[in-house]
């Protein structure tokens, strides 16, 4: 089977027929959660565009133009924010609050040396497609960073100490996501580079265990089958899904 090459961001965000691991995160709150996210009402919060911004700051530099993010003030409600949205309708509108976040991230980043040392002689941004073994679903993945040891991503957080981190692995799917990129890149390692988003700006390089990424290869098997059944096979209605327990 020839799978499909994105030549450009825009062909691999608007592309439906390969599954990401952020659409199985929709999956696994609901098969109801990944059709709207397909839909168009997928989430857009400023938490998503701040760790877009760290991203291309720290590893695509080259596509960000300081003309092109402007700040706002105040709540995004009324007849100023209309006007102010309207006006910059073309730009990334930030609160001063999440741009110095990224400054500070992004900073803090770049004065590590161990961080630096890890992404210096990857390759950026690398998309990569293929079809899981198992139930013959279509995937894709795009990485932060791929060296010869393994891949690098890079993670803002609210708390990098490792038990908090941990946590946040397994509330987020941070442990599906390595092992949906070991598995789809070929690779054995994964290795996390975490950057607190408030002062001082924390910096943690956490390396993935075995148990961890088997943790998250049961987590996206699980979801792909339930992918294939109610988005390929179409065996199950979306519209049929429900929750059945005792509480």
Same mark, same amino acid.
């Given at each position: 089977m020839e799978l499909v090459k994105f030549k450009t961001d825009e062909e691999y965000y608007a592309d439906r027929e390969y599954v990401t691991n952020s659409q199985l995160g929709y999956l696994n709150r609901s098969p109801q959660h990944l059709q709207m996210?397909?839909?168009?009402?997928g989430d857009s919060s400023s938490a998503l565009e701040v760790? %877009?911004? @760290?991203h291309q700051y720290i590893l695509e530099p080259e596509k960000i133009s300081e003309n092109d993010i402007?700040?706002?003030?105040?709540?995004k409600y009324g007849k100023k924010w209309d006007e102010f949205k309207s006006k910059n309708s073309d730009k990334t509108i930030l609160?001063?609050?999440d741009f110095e976040s990224i400054k500070g991230v992004v900073g803090s980043?770049?004065?590590n040396d161990d961080a630096v040392e890890l992404i210096a002689d990857g390759l %950026?941004? @690398?998309?990569n497609c293929w079809v899981d073994g198992d139930t013959f679903v279509k995937c894709k993945g795009k990485a932060d960073v791929l060296n010869p040891n393994g891949i690098i991503d890079i993670k803002t957080t609210a708390n990098i100490d490792p038990h908090s981190f941990r946590n946040s692995c397994y509330k987020y799917?941070?442990?599906r996501q390595a092992a949906f990129y070991c598995d789809g890149f070929g690779v054995e390692n994964f290795t996390f580079i975490c950057v607190e988003k408030e002062a001082p700006y924390r910096?943690?390089?956490y390396e993935c265990s075995p148990e961890f990424i088997e943790s998250g290869r049961q987590e996206y098997k699980r979801l792909l089958q339930m992918y294939f059944e109610y988005f390929v096979e179409q065996s199950n209605d979306v519209e049929d899904y429900y929750i059945q327990g005792v509480l």
């Amino acid at each position: 089977m020839e799978l499909v090459k994105f030549k450009t961001d825009e062909e691999y965000y608007a592309d439906r027929e390969y599954v990401t691991n952020s659409q199985l995160g929709y999956l696994n709150r609901s098969p109801q959660h990944l059709q709207m996210y397909y839909d168009g009402n997928g989430d857009s919060s400023s938490a998503l565009e701040v760790g %877009k911004l @760290v991203h291309q700051y720290i590893l695509e530099p080259e596509k960000i133009s300081e003309n092109d993010i402007v700040c706002f003030e105040g709540r995004k409600y009324g007849k100023k924010w209309d006007e102010f949205k309207s006006k910059n309708s073309d730009k990334t509108i930030l609160s001063m609050r999440d741009f110095e976040s990224i400054k500070g991230v992004v900073g803090s980043f770049f004065k590590n040396d161990d961080a630096v040392e890890l992404i210096a002689d990857g390759l %950026k941004e @690398v998309t990569n497609c293929w079809v899981d073994g198992d139930t013959f679903v279509k995937c894709k993945g795009k990485a932060d960073v791929l060296n010869p040891n393994g891949i690098i991503d890079i993670k803002t957080t609210a708390n990098i100490d490792p038990h908090s981190f941990r946590n946040s692995c397994y509330k987020y799917g941070y442990n599906r996501q390595a092992a949906f990129y070991c598995d789809g890149f070929g690779v054995e390692n994964f290795t996390f580079i975490c950057v607190e988003k408030e002062a001082p700006y924390r910096v943690a390089v956490y390396e993935c265990s075995p148990e961890f990424i088997e943790s998250g290869r049961q987590e996206y098997k699980r979801l792909l089958q339930m992918y294939f059944e109610y988005f390929v096979e179409q065996s199950n209605d979306v519209e049929d899904y429900y929750i059945q327990g005792v509480l």
